[in-house]
């Protein structure tokens, strides 16, 4: 009786351990899959969340708000207020930048240079040195844009090192602007793709943002809609490039460049003139 009392005992015991190894099992299992489902979730979660933020914000600036005194427009209503400012490069030659501060100038976008239309090389503006530093002295916020011909990321990346190689110290407190413009339809970007575009566009901010200066993208509503995907970059700032007595353009821009001609104090000949939308503080 004691031998088979035994034997049964050993039977149920391991029998116990066996359910009890099965549901060890089966709890880290679900514990597994329950975790696997959370980063799932997040993940998802995650770039629905990335998904919304890439996507162009539609413009709140209204019609009303806009003012127009001798070809000069600025812009306020209950949210903003404007500022006036220039674009300069070595075509506008020798600057008087006390006189340009003068004429109720707030601020400057100073080209550092441009890359060759076929040969990709990098060349510096002739007058970028002496307008910085002229633009600084008189108190001008200072931009800094540079025209890309990059055709690859890579070479993107490589002119965005170079700006910041020559930016670096010198009192840029508005945005570094990536500019890549049509020029004759023989330009070594014109076979570029818009999701190539869009992807030099991108690495390009993205070394200027790491650096700690803010990245702006340049163009016209065409070129904004039709060569890269906005989308994708609309966590940069937008320079709207758009000669027009009305501004309707749809989505949101930092700045609006309205007009070629331009006159200001200081400066020989026609300058670009822009307009940028400052947001009001809560007193204001």
Not at 67 to 74: C, K, L, Y
Request: aromatic letters at 14%; proline letters at 2%.
């Amino acid at each position: 009786m004691n031998k088979t009392s035994n034997r049964k005992t050993r039977k149920l015991k391991k029998k116990k351990r066996r359910k009890f190894a099965t549901r060890l099992i089966l709890l880290f299992i679900i514990i597994c899959t329950a975790v696997f489902l959370a980063i799932r979730s997040c993940d998802y979660i995650g770039s629905r969340q990335s998904s919304k933020q890439m996507l162009q914000k539609p413009t709140d600036y209204i019609q009303e708000g806009y003012r127009e005194s001798n070809g000069i427009f600025s812009y306020n209503d209950d949210n903003y207020k404007s500022n006036l400012g220039i674009d300069v490069s070595e075509h506008q030659g020798t600057i008087d930048w006390n006189q340009v501060k003068g004429d109720d100038i707030k601020f400057a976008f100073i080209r550092l240079g441009y890359s060759g239309w076929h040969s990709g090389k990098i060349v510096k503006d002739k007058q970028f040195d002496k307008n910085i530093n002229g633009a600084k002295k008189a108190g001008i916020d200072i931009g800094i844009y540079f025209f890309s011909q990059a055709s690859t990321k890579e070479e993107g990346i490589k002119e965005a090192e170079y700006v910041i190689s020559e930016i670096k110290g010198k009192g840029v407190t508005y945005p570094v602007v990536f500019d890549m413009e049509p020029i004759d339809g023989t330009e070594r970007t014109s076979s570029l793709s818009k999701e190539e575009k869009t992807e030099i566009a991108d690495a390009f901010c993205k070394v200027i943002k790491k650096y700690g200066f803010t990245p702006a993208i340049y163009g016209n509503p065409t070129w904004l809609s039709k060569s890269v995907n906005m989308d994708k970059l609309s966590n940069y700032d937008t320079w709207l490039a758009y000669y027009t007595t009305l501004n309707d353009y749809e989505f949101t821009h930092r700045f609006w460049q309205f007009t070629q001609h331009g006159r200001v104090s200081g400066i020989g000949n026609n300058v670009d003139l822009n307009l940028e939308y400052v947001k009001k503080t809560w007193y204001e």
